[in-house]
């Protein structure tokens, strides 16, 4: 009897049975290979340059400044303000906090009545709030004081500086309108 008669006989040679791909490596010539490795490079470079251009693009914009909270306590004018122009806001006095001025505005944060953090920016010179917002945590808070028609304590241009509560930092943020200088 025959070895195929039993059905074991395998039939003619396949390169699985004898060796599986090492006996088809020598068969692909060395051009092959080359080909194939800079195929594989090429891949490779391309992937990283798409995840660098989904990193750099979804990175947020890096603010104009960071303004850290000062020891400065707030004044008989700050606290008027307070009083008068947000009476609304419900503010505890005891928890305002300084963080410096920029551009001509004094920026302060308090707690108010109902648990929410509180963001308010200060021009002296005028003797107001030129912006005040509270939001409760975890939202983030933040402002935009206008420049319609002014200059930013000597910026050129109209548009807004966005200011955002950060722990003990504000972030400040100019965007100027097109056409602005």
């Avoid at 080359?34 to 947020?60: C, E, G, H, N, Q």
């Avoid at 303004?67 to 122009?85: G, H, K, P």
């Avoid at 806001?89 to 004094?106: D, K, N, P, Q, V």
Wanted: some cysteine.
């Amino acid at each position: 009897m025959s070895a195929s008669a039993g059905g074991t006989d395998p039939g003619p040679s396949s390169p699985g049975m004898e060796g599986g791909l090492r006996s088809l490596w020598p068969a692909v010539t060395r051009s092959r290979r080359v080909a194939w490795a800079v195929d594989l490079s090429v891949a490779v470079v391309a992937m990283v340059a798409v995840v660098i251009t989904l990193v750099l693009v979804s990175a947020p914009p890096r603010p104009d400044a960071t303004l850290q909270r000062t020891a400065a306590e707030a004044d008989e004018q700050v606290l008027r303000l307070v009083r008068e122009e947000r009476p609304h806001f419900e503010i505890h006095e005891s928890t305002l906090r300084a963080y410096g001025s920029y551009l001509g505005l004094e920026l302060w944060s308090a707690e108010n009545a109902f648990g929410s953090h509180c963001l308010m920016a200060v021009e002296r010179s005028k003797d107001l709030f030129s912006e005040a917002g509270c939001a409760p945590p975890p939202a983030d808070l933040f402002i935009d004081v206008s420049s319609w028609g002014d200059a930013f304590d000597g910026h050129p241009g109209e548009g807004i500086i966005r200011f955002f509560l950060r722990g003990d930092t504000v972030d400040a943020y100019i965007y100027f309108l097109p056409g602005a200088d």
